[in-house]
């Protein structure tokens, strides 16, 4: 089964099992666009008589961000930078299109912002598959990997779940994909501007409150 079988599958059988799974799958390391899984199923669901709420189509798309996240932060914890790097530059990595360089990008992202990274990084396209394995590496409390990662994916799901619900009274199933890809790259990148501003805010406010207590 090829990508486009795949899709044209997801389509004809979206419920809240399959949202699940697909996003556990786009968020762990093997390639797969959340843009195919989420508008999608907020489509369906703002059709009349659909079986499918708004709600549990959220909840069933973080919960299976969640999961694949996971697996990341496990295989970065137990197994170590060494192998996971050693892994990203295998053969079985290159098919998951990952690479060292790739690993490592992610990782300087996540030193240069810390904790909060895994939240901001859900919403990057080129960290927030890999922004787990960092988190893993750096032995990130699980309870706070975890209050981090439903946040960032959840607000990544809200976009999605917006468009795709937006969308359904201007565009034709059939060009939906297309539409979605244009507009989540661009809506993305505003909540990236407006992520980027509160960690620069509480970032000086840190720096402010050190400041005054070194003063007292």
Same mark, same amino acid.
């Given at each position: 089964?090829?990508?486009?079988?795949?899709?044209?599958?997801?389509?004809?059988?979206?419920?809240?099992?399959?949202?699940?799974?697909?996003?556990?799958?786009?968020?762990?390391?093997?390639?797969?666009?959340?843009?195919?899984?989420?508008?999608?199923?907020?489509?369906?669901?703002?059709?009349? =008589?659909?079986?499918?709420?708004?709600?549990?189509?959220?909840?069933?798309?973080?919960?299976?961000?969640?999961?694949?996240?996971?697996?990341?932060?496990?295989?970065?914890?137990?197994? =170590?930078? *060494?192998?996971?790097?050693?892994?990203?530059?295998?053969?079985? /990595?290159?098919?998951?299109?990952?690479?060292?360089?790739?690993?490592?990008?992610?990782?300087?992202?996540?030193?240069?912002?810390?904790? @909060?990274?895994?939240?901001?990084?859900?919403?990057?396209?080129? @960290?927030?598959?890999?922004?787990?394995?960092?988190?893993?590496?750096?032995?990130? *409390?699980?309870?706070?990997?975890?209050?981090?990662?439903?946040?960032?994916? /959840?607000? &990544?799901?809200?976009?999605?779940?917006?468009?795709?619900? &937006?969308?359904?009274?201007?565009?034709?199933?059939?060009?939906?994909?297309?539409?979605?890809?244009?507009?989540?790259?661009?809506?993305?990148?505003?909540?990236?501007?407006?992520?980027?501003?509160?960690?620069?805010?509480?970032?000086?406010?840190?720096?402010?409150?050190?400041?005054?207590?070194?003063?007292?």
């Amino acid at each position: 089964m090829d990508f486009a079988q795949l899709i044209e599958w997801y389509l004809e059988n979206i419920n809240y099992w399959t949202i699940a799974i697909l996003m556990a799958i786009e968020s762990s390391f093997i390639p797969f666009p959340s843009e195919v899984v989420v508008p999608p199923a907020a489509y369906k669901a703002a059709e009349a =008589g659909s079986d499918l709420n708004l709600v549990m189509v959220f909840v069933s798309a973080t919960i299976g961000a969640l999961i694949g996240a996971l697996v990341n932060y496990a295989l970065a914890y137990y197994l =170590g930078r *060494p192998i996971i790097y050693k892994l990203a530059e295998s053969r079985f /990595g290159h098919a998951m299109l990952l690479s060292a360089d790739k690993v490592r990008h992610a990782e300087e992202y996540f030193n240069r912002h810390g904790a @909060v990274s895994t939240i901001i990084g859900r919403l990057v396209p080129a @960290v927030r598959q890999l922004i787990s394995l960092p988190a893993g590496l750096a032995k990130m *409390p699980m309870g706070k990997f975890i209050l981090y990662t439903c946040i960032g994916a /959840g607000a &990544w799901n809200l976009i999605l779940l917006f468009l795709g619900w &937006w969308l359904h009274s201007i565009v034709p199933q059939d060009e939906l994909i297309e539409t979605v890809n244009k507009y989540s790259h661009e809506i993305g990148l505003v909540f990236i501007g407006v992520a980027v501003c509160i960690v620069a805010y509480l970032a000086y406010q840190s720096f402010k409150k050190k400041k005054d207590s070194k003063k007292a």
